[in-house]
């Protein structure tokens, strides 16, 4: 049954930020994020007089965004690295937060885009939509140890590559 | 714990310690406005649906131009992309099915004016045979 007009314009009002900004950050890409936006929406509108409350149309928004997300991320050709393991290697320099500055805040974001899709979609949900981990691995339906495993790889890898990108930007200075 | 709207989440930074990197990366994961055109869309999808159930007619002009065709949950399936495939398939079975059904007809109107012609010719000899008779008891059929 699909959703009352006015009920479905006040959804859209509270949570188009939320579902455009996920399918953004997951897809990297503005078109692909617009069309899942639109395709979550819309399924909402068809099918959301089922659900119950407001937590539970979030938790289906979320959800619903992040599987249309990672599905237009898997159709696209380019793919981002798949050879993060390399990024681990010890060679590549130490933990270093003191040597982050404001530059890697605007770098962040374009070097989230080169994360394998799992890492990414754990950063996402934890560092936009503030989610914990055992929150995260029910929305995705995986494990909690999964979870924790992917979003500190990932924090790792972005670091390093924060690390090496601020380096060359020095050296080019 | 989740946090919904983006003021929660400028308290919850606040409480929470977070690292330098972890810091950085909430501030360039904030939330960003969707595009106009976004809303703009839903705005025609809200305005077909309820003009397809006022009137009952598929095809919508929406205030800001264009034509938008609302389709129905039937035949939504045509929207896949094996759609097109299924549709040839059909097509196909469907010219045989056809070519099928009429040969069946013309089978069944062959034998059926073959039972006739049987039943004329049936009917004739028994005629025959009966004129016969009444000939032979000198009955003038002629009259």
Known sequence: MALESGEFRRLIEVHQRMVFSLALRVT??????????????LELHRGGEKLESEDHIRFWLRRVTVHRATDALRKKSRQPEATAEEWMDEQYVQDNTEGLNAAVVVL???????????MRVVIVLRYQEDMLPDEIAKLLGQPVATVKSNLQRGLKLLRRKADVTMKEYVREQ | MCVNSDDEMKQHEEVEQL?????????????????????????????????????????????????????????????????GGAVA?????????????????????????????????????????????????????DQ
């Open chain 2, 19 to 83: 690292d330098p990197l972890e810091a950085k990366l909430r501030k360039a994961l904030e939330r960003v406005d969707a595009p106009p055109t976004l809303r703009q869309f839903l705005e025609t999808a809200i305005e077909a649906q309820e003009h397809q159930k006022r009137t009952g007619k598929l095809w919508f002009r929406p205030k800001r131009g264009g034509l938008v065709m609302v389709m129905p949950k039937p035949w939504r399936w045509m929207m896949s992309p094996w759609a």
């Open chain 1, 108 to 118: 962040l974001e374009e070097l989230l885009r080169t994360l394998p899709e799992q």
């Open chain 1, 28 to 41: 990297g890409e503005h078109g692909a994020a617009e069309e899942v936006a639109q395709d979550v929406f």
């Open chain 2, 89 to 141: 398939a059909l097509l196909v079975a469907g010219v045989f099915a056809t070519g099928e059904h009429v040969h069946r007809v013309h089978e069944r109107q062959a034998q059926a004016t073959q039972q006739f012609e049987q039943a004329t010719q049936i009917t004739d000899r028994t005629l025959e045979r009966a004129r016969e008779k009444l000939r032979k008891a000198g009955v003038n059929l």
